[in-house]
């Protein structure tokens, strides 16, 4: 978990530390005023369960290897580019904390490496270094900009609007001026660096679609134009799977528009992504099966989209920081999506690693003995899978009094509720059709329903104001009140498949109108009624205070670089 052990990086790390060096001697002061308890900070590491993530390397050759290897040191490029982008003294304070002598600096050194900063991203922001609050605009404008200098400078300076709302440009200050300056020059030495790299993995690799996509790439960060390179991703068809970039927004929190960057370097499952597509080939059928009337059904979904399931072997930058992802859609880029789709990537062995150390133990507190039985990580797996799949079904653009309109414009604030919900249980309702027609595996029925009630704690662990969170209470109360699930004596959940079965079906039923007719008011009533946390509900979730929030990855080929 180092984030600069990389040897590509020791040159610069060198100078990053001569210069701070520098700087805080002239300046006198230190970046660390103030520092959170080491009881607080331990506590807080403790909600991540560290885990090795393991994937099988045997069956690459040893030149895809090879390109592996270059690939993961790119990628660490990342990790010191995402941590300038969150905050621009951060690299200051690692400094700092790593000449530190004082015992607690060690903890919140480790921690600091987690949350790529001072601000712990497992409890809303807060710093435990220092008392600053987490600038919304991160690094990517300059401190303390507004939104309001910087959309009255655009409206000023017309002719820079593109310039300024580009995702891959940052804001600074010029004499009483605003300018905006590509990352490619920006962050001019770790994107030649990863350049170099990618265009020697696309020289290694004998697969020539990495090769296309890696040699675009590398010309992609250095002209900032990403396009062709994000089409040529989507044509990925090896063993390697590779991201590497700036994607999401997320982090500017001032305005949304500038990337973060990441890396995901994976070796794809084959075998298990072409079951995925099978299922997606599905997606009409599907449909037509829903338990709604035949005339609000809406078939013809577009483009088709890939859906593919690798192992992590390697990730750094954003997606790093705090809650680790286990699946994503990409590209961003609409043109992109539009020509070709977008690729929903789902990484199994980080599921495998979170079913283990963070689902599992919840399981355990909230089903009966009989149903504990009855779980396995292939069905969860496929829930995570069925509900992607899942929002891709049901209405979409509707009529409501004979205007057009979306489900989404209809339902207002209600929408995401509804529609996490929705994805939940058509997700199962669909699991069963794909057993049913032999598509899926018969012996995933007899583990399928305990599995998803036993999921339904860990989601309302987080609260039910949010729009999963929430979702989940409407479906756990609802089958609570068919039926279909009980309270043992015990105080744990058992579930009835027969009943549930039939109440999964009316609840999908009850959603899928209320999406179809745009019914605000009813969707409204019927949230009400049950999106609560019910006292035996609550008591399980009490049980559940030790149980870790997320894990915290390490990776074997870091290692494995490190010792050469
Ligand atoms: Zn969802």
Excluded at 249 to 254: P, S
Excluded at 467 to 474: E, F, L, R, S
Excluded at 480 to 502: C, H
Excluded at 511 to 528: H, R, S, T
Aim: glycine share 6%; net charge neutral; proline share 4%.
């Amino acid at each position: 978990m180092d984030v600069f052990r990389g040897c590509i990086m020791q040159v610069h790390r060198r100078l990053v530390f001569l210069l701070s060096v520098l700087l805080l001697s002239a300046c006198g002061g230190k970046m660390i005023r103030k520092r959170a308890s080491a009881e607080h900070i331990r506590a807080q590491m403790e909600k991540l369960s560290p885990v090795e993530l393991t994937c099988d390397l045997s069956k690459l050759s040893d030149q895809e290897m090879e390109t592996l290897k270059l690939l993961v040191k790119a990628a660490r490029c990342t990790d010191t580019l995402f941590l300038k982008q969150v905050y621009g003294r951060n690299l200051d304070m690692l400094v700092e904390l790593k000449k530190s002598t004082l015992p607690e600096d060690t903890l919140a050194l480790a921690f600091f490496r987690v949350m790529f900063g001072p601000w712990n991203r497992l409890d809303g922001n807060k710093p435990f270094l220092n008392d600053r609050p987490k600038p919304a605009e991160a690094d990517f404008y300059p401190e303390g900009m507004t939104k309001e200098e910087f959309e009255s400078w655009i409206k000023a300076h017309p002719d820079a609007r593109n310039a300024f709302e580009s995702n891959f440009t940052v804001i600074r200050r010029q004499n009483s001026a605003l300018a905006a300056i590509p990352y490619s020059r920006f962050y001019q030495d770790q994107i030649l660096t990863m350049s170099e790299l990618l265009n020697q993995a696309a020289r290694r690799t004998a697969d020539p679609s990495l090769k296309a996509y890696l040699e675009s790439r590398a010309q992609a960060l250095l002209t900032d134009d990403y396009y062709d390179s994000d089409m040529k991703w989507m044509d990925l068809a090896g063993d390697i799977e590779v991201v590497i970039g700036p994607y999401e927004v997320y982090e500017d929190r001032l305005l949304g528009y500038k990337a973060a960057f990441e890396s995901f370097v994976c070796l794809v499952d084959h075998e298990a992504s072409s079951k995925l597509q099978e299922i997606v080939s599905c997606l009409d059928a599907m449909e037509n099966a829903l338990p709604m009337p035949q005339e609000l059904k809406r078939f013809s979904r577009g483009k088709f989209s890939p859906i593919k399931v690798v192992n992590l072997v390697y990730s750094a930058g954003e997606t790093k920081a705090g809650v680790q992802t286990a699946a994503f859609n990409l590209p961003n880029d609409e043109r992109v999506r539009e020509s070709k789709g977008s690729k929903k990537v789902m990484l199994k062995n980080v599921m495998r690693a979170k079913f283990e150390k963070c689902w599992i133990p919840i399981v355990r507190e909230a089903l009966s003995e009989k149903d504990l039985n009855r779980v396995s990580f292939d069905a969860y797996f496929n829930e995570v899978v069925m509900h992607e799949v899942s929002h891709g079904l049901g209405p979409g653009k509707i009529a409501v009094a004979g205007v057009q309109t979306t489900v989404n414009k209809a339902l207002k604030d209600l929408y995401s509720t509804v529609e996490e919900c929705k994805a939940d249980v058509l997700g199962v309702l669909n699991t069963q059709f794909l057993i049913d027609r032999g598509i899926l595996a018969k012996p995933l029925e007899n583990v399928l329903y305990a599995t998803m009630l036993g999921g339904m704690f860990r989601s309302i662990r987080f609260g039910i104001d949010e729009a999963h969170g929430g979702g989940v209470a409407i479906q756990l109360n609802y089958y609570l009140d068919q039926g279909a699930s009980k309270r043992e004596p015990d105080g744990r959940f058992s579930v009835d498949d027969a009943r549930m079965k039939q109440s999964v079906r009316n609840l999908a039923s009850e959603l899928l109108i209320l999406e179809a007719k745009g019914d605000y008011d009813g969707a409204k009533a019927f949230v009400q009624k049950y999106r609560n946390l019910r006292p035996d509900v609550s008591s399980v979730l009490e049980k559940l205070k030790n149980v870790p929030v997320d894990i915290l990855p390490m990776y074997p080929i870091e290692r494995d670089l490190d010792s050469h």
